[in-house]
């Protein structure tokens, strides 16, 4: 037998004296009196006789049948044996490397199985391999345990069979059509021309300007969900906006229906069939790359899918205090409700198991696995607050400190181990304690990640109005009137943006998602276009929210974090991003950005060019110069070595044509010029521009400034003129 150090799940395994791999089978489940593979049936729909699909000879996905096997084992395929695995002192159960039915792996590829799991009690229960790299079906039926003889397009693969898959070839076309694929190439092949040398990759997180989408809500115009090929038409969109980033809202297979947001996660090595799946998914990566387009991915560890069965919940026991996925205390007559052990953590679900190195290792393998196989650039994780310090008893609340201590750990060599895989890896966190610890290395103590997400400054600069301890400038302005802003509030989240943040003026969660079952529709939060005029959007005042909305960006762009927004906002999307109302609420980027949308989509494109083009807002180095609440008003210098800096915002209604002094003395002497102007009226404003060379003297520096504007300024003389 081999130790059960080797990898879980279907891999490659060389026997003794082959030179061609078997397949192991492996699983964890200490519980279990007794475990077989059994393997799924496949046939063309609509077969009375229901033939296994020949190999050699596909069907098309969409003429494909099974997939699923029933709780009273219908669906197992009869032509293939049962192969049964065996106990390892870990818990762990492995098939016979002696086996010569295993003895190839290449006769298994595309193969889909289930492991048969004999629980503790005797009970009988079908599991999916949460090591598969590829589970079957494409949408959100779940047959609950009953024999199902329907499309595989239609399974919710979190509940379907899992998928052999050879994770050294690559399908050497996007899309083949049919199942199983047949046209192939190695790894290497596939990713030898991966770059282009006129377009690099950003090295540096001060570099990146990251564009948040969500591939689901693409497919403008079809009845069914965006997927990875209408992600690679979007890529030009993206290369001639210039943002050199992309995050994926999370894409590995999920318990939810397709068209939600994703952070439902069931099986963490494999890619969501239902937007294309993991090969079409590695095409993806190598045209964002040959674009000089980094990828990110977003991952969840902090919960699993709520309803996680057939994948995490009670894998291998029917009793709570053994249901090996989860944390649970003590035991369940401690508790008027039998849940009360497992751990709450601000989640929708309960805590996983951080203390279990097998619970760990999931979670660190998969991201891992990721790096390598598909070569992307860095991970969004998700929660990491709620794994390290917001776990508590499911019975009463309280505080689990245990849990929160090895969900610390655990964060510490996830960011160690994936830092080993990929030195020059991108790691960000959302975690809302803004707590130094979170980047600091974890040789200091810290939890290793780059950056934190700052959700704070979303809040001051659009957050929904609901609660009052925000500035709220966007919305607030929104309501019409001269009154004051809170612009001194801002100033301390934009001297923030020096920590090391990821900073947003709209994300996934606050585009109309946040206070979303408020009865007042004023309390909710919107889309920026929308909040900019609070649900007043008319030819009257569109412009109005249009140049919030550039105000907005803008600020985000050249403060000293790092800047994201989510898709659509370069066009002005508008409808609510609900996470389970996609598909209702999609927009076509395309025809915006050739319509209503195309003043908004210039200025993004000039800004993100700016950027992009000087040091100076690139670094960390950032210094108030004004604030006035009266005025609306908002002066701040950006400077990198020799190259100096000025970004005035305005959110005053009315523009200061006559010109507006800004003294402090650190604006230095010198010449001036303006290279960006919110209020051009290329992007829809009202023209009211800096075109001479403006001259500061002793501190002082006067321009004309617009209404509802954001105006940058280069001094001259910088090693770095722009043109």
């Known amino acids: 037998m081999m130790k059960s150090n080797t990898p879980l799940g279907a891999q490659k395994y060389y026997q003794n004296g082959h030179t061609e791999p078997g397949i192991q089978f492996s699983v964890y489940a200490p519980h279990a009196q007794k475990v077989e593979v ?46 049964p695995l065996f106990r390892s002192n870990d818990g762990c159960w492995l098939s016979d490397s002696n086996d010569q039915r295993l003895a190839s792996f290449a006769d298994w590829v595309h193969v889909p199985y289930m492991f048969r799991v004999t629980k503790n009690d005797g009970s009988v229960a079908y599991r999916t391999d949460l090591y598969s790299r590829r589970q079957i079906g494409a949408g959100f039926s779940d047959p609950k345990g009953l024999p199902y003889e329907g499309m595989v397009a239609d399974l919710d693969g979190s509940k379907s069979c899992s998928i052999i898959v050879d994770p050294d070839r690559v399908t050497e076309i996007f899309d083949e059509g049919g199942f199983p694929k047949t046209r192939f190439i190695s790894q290497a092949d596939f990713w030898k021309d991966e770059f282009s040398q006129d377009k690099p990759l950003p090295q540096r997180l001060e570099d990146l300007v990251i564009y948040q989408l969500h591939i689901p809500s693409l497919g403008f115009g079809r009845p069914d969900l965006g997927n990875v090929a209408d992600a690679i038409q979007l890529l030009d969109h993206l290369e001639v906006l210039g943002v050199n980033a992309v995050e994926l809202l999370p894409v590995s297979e999920y318990g939810d229906a397709p068209e939600t947001w994703g952070y439902t996660p069931t099986h963490h090595f494999a890619v969501e069939s239902s937007s294309g799946g993991r090969d079409k998914m590695k095409h993806f990566v190598r045209e964002a790359h040959r674009r000089g387009i980094a990828v990110i991915f977003d991952v969840v560890y902090n919960h699993y899918a709520p309803d996680a069965e057939r994948a995490e919940w009670m894998y291998d026991s029917n009793d709570h205090e053994k249901n090996i996925y989860y944390w649970y205390h003590g035991h369940p007559f401690y508790y008027n409700d039998a849940h009360g052990g497992y751990l709450d953590n601000i989640s929708t679900g309960f805590a996983p198991r951080y203390f279990d190195p097998l619970i760990r290792n999931l979670f660190i393998a998969s991201a891992v696995t990721l790096l390598e196989e598909f070569h992307i650039d860095g991970f969004r994780v998700d929660q990491t607050s709620s794994i390290r310090s917001l776990n508590c008893l499911h019975a009463d609340g309280s505080s689990h400190g245990d849990a929160n201590q090895r969900g610390t750990e655990f964060l510490q060599e996830w960011t160690t ?30 939890l290793g990640f780059d950056a934190v997400w700052y959700s704070d400054f979303h809040h001051h600069l659009t957050g929904a109005t609901k609660g009052s301890d925000y500035a709220k400038l966007i919305p607030t302005a ?11 509030w801002f100033t301390g989240a934009l001297m923030e943006t020096v920590k090391k943040r990821i900073v947003y003026h709209i994300s996934h969660d606050e585009a109309g998602n946040a206070h979303r079952d408020d009865p007042d529709f004023e309390r909710r939060s919107h889309r920026t276009l929308i909040l900019a005029v609070r649900n007043c959007l008319n030819n009257q005042s569109r412009p109005y929210a249009e140049a919030r909305s550039r105000v907005a960006f803008g600020v985000t762009l050249f403060s000293a974090g790092t800047p994201l927004f989510l898709f659509g906002e370069e066009v002005a999307f508008q409808e609510d991003f609900l996470y389970d109302d996609v598909r209702r609420r999609r927009e076509d980027i395309f025809m915006l950005k050739q319509t209503v949308g195309k003043q908004m989509f210039d200025f993004y494109r000039n800004a993100i060019q700016v950027r992009n083009a000087e040091p100076a807002l690139r670094s960390r180095n950032i210094e108030i110069l004004h604030c006035h609440n009266d005025n609306r008003m908002l002066a701040f210098r950006r400077w990198e070595d020799e190259d100096e800096m000025i970004v005035v915002v305005s959110l005053n209604n009315h523009p200061f044509g006559q010109g507006y002094i800004f003294d402090h003395t650190s604006i230095p002497s010198g010449h001036w010029n303006e290279i960006i102007n919110s209020d051009d009226v290329t992007y829809g404003g009202n023209n009211l521009l800096n075109n001479n060379t403006i001259n500061t003297v002793s501190g002082s520096l006067e321009i004309f400034v617009p209404a509802n504007g954001i105006v940058v300024l280069k001094k001259l003389g910088c090693s770095r003129d722009f043109r």
């Open 417 to 446: 181990a994936v830092r080993t895989a990929k030195p020059n890896v991108f790691l960000t966190a959302e975690d809302h304690s803004y707590l130094d610890d979170v980047t600091r290395p974890v040789s200091h103590g810290g």
């Open 478 to 488: 929104g309501y019409g009137g001269d009154a004051p802003l809170a612009m001194n």
């Open 38 to 83: 059994v393997f799924g049936l496949l046939w063309k729909y609509g077969d009375p006789n229901k033939k296994p699909v020949n190999r050699t000879n596909p069907v098309a996905f969409q003429e494909l049948a099974g997939g699923y096997i029933a709780d009273d084992g219908t669906g197992i395929d009869p032509n293939l044996p049962v192969i």
